[in-house]
């Protein structure tokens, strides 16, 4: 759908702009449209890109739209419900503003702002459960179990997928250090915080190498395709987590053509209703696109 309105907007000349809410998402997403519209000049604008500002799409971050006030007649907004563009009225104002013809708003879990928007009729809600190449979503395993052997059962579930790329989650920034500090005990480990330095080069060099292991906390949660990945969240049972974060990580897996199914696990301490709810959620999307 993205790709037909964006199409539609740059053959009648309408100004067009993707906004994202994290940098590492603008230079993979302005790569990729740049190979789907050759012929168009497609640029990013983020942090260490702002030399040039005047393209035919614009995707650039949240906080830059604020270079661009009245400048669009269509804005795509992905993942509105997330950080940092969640409940900022600043950088709600700064959309606002850039867009002088109609907002699209992308994203796999609407907060309650939107739904509220949805069920007054202010806003239209199209909803695409089926992932373009028609596979169905990865639906999560929840085991609950003490830490040594959640600890044991990530190790063998990292063996046997070790021929995919895989992503383990964790709530926090200081677990991101501890578990990887134990898996390089195994496996050559990457970790991708908020505070990772050069985050970009630790993602492409992640990536380089096909069959990788990163541990991570959400700041990857989004956004982010690595062909081929399966997803482990570990302490799924998390206060940190809401259903929204769990359902974005779990869709980290099956995203591609090439490797349009994955395998998702959820760790956990406690049952969580949380988790449950994420995977009655999934289970759900699922069921509305089978025939």
């Known amino acids: 759908m993205m790709v037909e309105t964006i199409s539609e907007s740059l053959h009648s000349g309408r100004k067009i702009c993707f906004a994202i809410a994290r940098r590492q998402v603008v230079l993979?997403?302005?790569?990729?449209?740049?190979?789907?519209?050759?012929?168009?000049?497609?640029?990013?604008?983020?942090?260490?890109?702002?030399?040039?500002?005047t393209a035919d799409l614009i995707v650039c971050t949240t906080h830059q739209l604020f270079r661009y006030s009245g400048s669009?007649?269509?804005?795509?907004?992905?993942?509105?419900?997330?950080?940092?563009?969640?409940?900022?009225d600043v950088l709600h104002g700064i959309a606002e503003s850039a867009c002088s013809g109609h907002t699209i708003y992308l994203t796999a879990t609407p907060d309650d702002v939107l739904k509220q928007r949805v069920k007054e009729g202010s806003l239209l809600c199209l909803k695409l459960n089926q992932r373009p190449h028609g596979h169905p979503l990865p639906v999560?395993?929840?085991?609950?179990?003490?830490?040594?052997?959640r600890l044991n059962l990530l190790i063998r579930w990292l063996?046997?997928?070790?021929?995919?790329?895989?992503?383990?989650?964790?709530?926090?920034?200081?677990?991101?250090?501890?578990?990887?500090?134990?898996?390089?005990?195994?496996?050559?480990?990457?970790?991708?915080?908020?505070?990772?330095?050069?985050?970009?080069?630790?993602?492409?060099?992640?990536?380089?190498?096909?069959?990788?292991?990163?541990?991570?906390?959400?700041?990857?949660?989004?956004?982010?395709?690595?062909?081929?990945?399966?997803?482990?969240?570990l302490q799924a049972d998390s206060g940190v987590f809401d259903e929204a974060s769990l359902v974005q990580m779990a869709g980290r897996a099956g995203?591609?053509?090439?490797?349009?199914?994955?395998?998702?696990?959820?760790?956990?301490?406690?049952?969580s209703r949380t988790a449950e709810a994420c995977r009655n959620a999934i289970l759900e999307a699922n069921r509305s696109c089978a025939v």
């Open 28 to 53: 993979e997403l302005a790569h990729r449209l740049s190979e789907i519209f050759p012929s168009a000049k497609i640029i990013p604008v983020c942090q260490g890109h702002t030399d040039q500002l």
């Open 72 to 88: 669009f007649q269509v804005l795509i907004l992905d993942e509105p419900d997330a950080y940092p563009f969640k409940e900022s």
């Open 140 to 149: 999560p395993k929840l085991i609950c179990a003490p830490l040594l052997i």
């Open 159 to 233: 063996k046997e997928h070790d021929d995919h790329p895989r992503m383990v989650f964790v709530p926090t920034i200081r677990m991101a250090s501890q578990v990887k500090h134990v898996l390089s005990l195994f496996f050559h480990c990457y970790v991708c915080t908020s505070r990772t330095p050069d985050r970009d080069q630790v993602i492409i060099d992640f990536r380089n190498e096909k069959a990788g292991l990163i541990v991570a906390t959400t700041v990857l949660e989004r956004g982010v395709t690595i062909p081929g990945a399966d997803i482990c969240v």
């Open 255 to 271: 995203r591609t053509f090439d490797h349009p199914d994955g395998d998702v696990l959820f760790l956990l301490k406690h049952r």
